[in-house]
């Protein structure tokens, strides 16, 4: 339905449930209706935060399903985030809090090899942060993921991370 016919459509609409308004009423109504149709979702901003991989503080990162909490106080809110070393060329960086009901994940162990909620006993996968068990009672969904890029040559990890609210 293009503009001109939603007019008629609103107009018609209005007659026949016998409203009467103003002509600027209608015209703040009509144009409310354009703008919504012309809003654009904003797109969540990320930085970049390069990780040195072989500095002694990151030596979990070292081997394949290693993995470690991770904070910069100027990004993500200043949130720990995971990140979970996936294979020798990839890692994966994801939020450190349940989206059951916000209680801090455990990163996986060698106890427990998923990422585990112990407020309800959710879990995520280690590769993705995909739910793979529900949490006792209720719903969580996948941990919210950050993108990731490493460079093999400089050992450096690069994650985006949103900045601070
Ligand atoms: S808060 Fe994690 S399972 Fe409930």
Do not use: W
Not at 52 to 73: E, F, S, V
Not at 96 to 119: A, E
């Amino acid at each position: 339905m293009n503009n001109q016919e939603r007019r008629e459509f609103i107009k018609s609409g209005l007659q026949g449930l016998g409203i009467t308004i103003c002509a600027g009423s209608i015209m703040s109504i009509l144009s409310s209706c354009e703008m919504n149709e012309d809003l654009i979702q904003p797109q969540e901003t990320t930085f970049p935060l390069i990780i040195a991989i072989d500095d002694p503080n990151n030596i979990d990162l070292t081997r394949i399903g290693g993995a470690m909490y991770y904070n910069h106080p100027s990004l993500n809110n200043g949130e720990d985030f995971i990140i979970i070393r996936v294979d020798n060329d990839s890692f994966l960086a994801l939020s450190s809090f349940c989206t059951h009901q916000g209680c801090q994940v455990n990163i996986p162990s060698m106890d427990k090899l998923t990422i585990f909620c112990p407020c309800h006993f959710a879990e995520f996968s280690p590769l993705t942060g995909e739910v793979i068990q529900q949490p006792n009672q209720g719903t969580a969904t996948n941990l919210p993921v950050f993108k990731t890029e490493y460079d093999i040559v400089n050992n450096r990890l690069t994650v985006y991370l949103p900045g601070n609210d």
